[in-house]
């Protein structure tokens, strides 16, 4: 069972549709890690994204699962360290302690980094994670959270992954009564993201 923000390696450029640019073969073909992303994928297929050097470079593709070769999860990359100085790295390094209690792990640039050793973060990157809440968390606990993060070296990107979606902490916390809940169906406005959408 894959989910979304979870690395995976083994895809080779045989995977790829005919039509994937040249970046996407170069990246590939080097052993670089796809992300797993939310979207409905055929049995036995895993739907993933290839990133490139540059924050444009984005490519969807699809795996099957069988390929996978090696998985490592947001949660597995909390303790890791880097011998990078780099806001983003820094800022991990100050939440680590105030996240403890929680089930949280390490997403986006940053997490691809710790996870690959392949240089992904630069001076202005954000640090992005992601928070397990099975549970509700209320709207003043969420705010009470995002002053904590916004005091971090860097802009602090947060996802409250629910049973049925994931849901920006940041809006979450803010005045709006619908919230856009990110599921592997597609973006729904919800009122609640730990209701199932109808």
């Known amino acids: 069972m894959v989910n979304a923000h979870d690395l995976l390696w083994g895809m080779t450029p045989a995977h790829l549709p005919t039509d994937a640019p040249a970046w996407v073969l170069e990246v590939i073909a080097a052993g670089h890690p796809v992300v797993v992303r939310r979207a409905v994928a055929e049995p036995g297929q895993v739907a993933v994204g290839v990133r490139g050097r540059l924050r444009e470079q984005r490519f969807a593709a699809l795996m099957p699962l069988a390929a996978v070769q090696r998985r490592v999860i947001p949660e597995a990359l909390r303790g890791v360290v880097s011998p990078r100085d780099l806001p983003a790295l820094r800022a991990l390094e100050q939440l680590r302690p105030i996240l403890?209690?929680?089930?949280?792990?390490?997403?986006?640039?940053?997490?691809?980094?710790?996870?690959?050793?392949?240089?992904?973060?630069?001076?202005?990157?954000?640090?992005?994670?992601?928070?397990?809440?099975?549970?509700?968390?209320?709207?003043?606990?969420?705010?009470?959270?995002?002053?904590?993060?916004?005091?971090?070296?860097?802009?602090?990107?947060?996802?409250?992954?629910?049973?049925?979606?994931?849901?920006?902490?940041?809006?979450?916390?803010?005045?709006?009564?619908?919230?856009?809940?990110?599921?592997?169906?597609?973006?729904?406005?919800?009122?609640?993201?730990?209701?199932?959408?109808?």
């Open 100 to 198: 403890a209690q929680e089930t949280w792990g390490v997403t986006g640039s940053a997490g691809f980094e710790l996870a690959s050793g392949i240089e992904a973060l630069h001076e202005q990157s954000d640090l992005d994670l992601i928070l397990r809440a099975p549970e509700r968390l209320e709207r003043g606990d969420a705010q009470d959270l995002l002053a904590i993060l916004d005091t971090a070296e860097c802009a602090v990107d947060l996802q409250l992954q629910t049973p049925f979606g994931a849901v920006a902490l940041r809006e979450w916390a803010g005045g709006s009564r619908r919230v856009l809940l990110k599921t592997s169906r597609g973006a729904h406005l919800v009122l609640d993201p730990w209701q199932a959408v109808a």
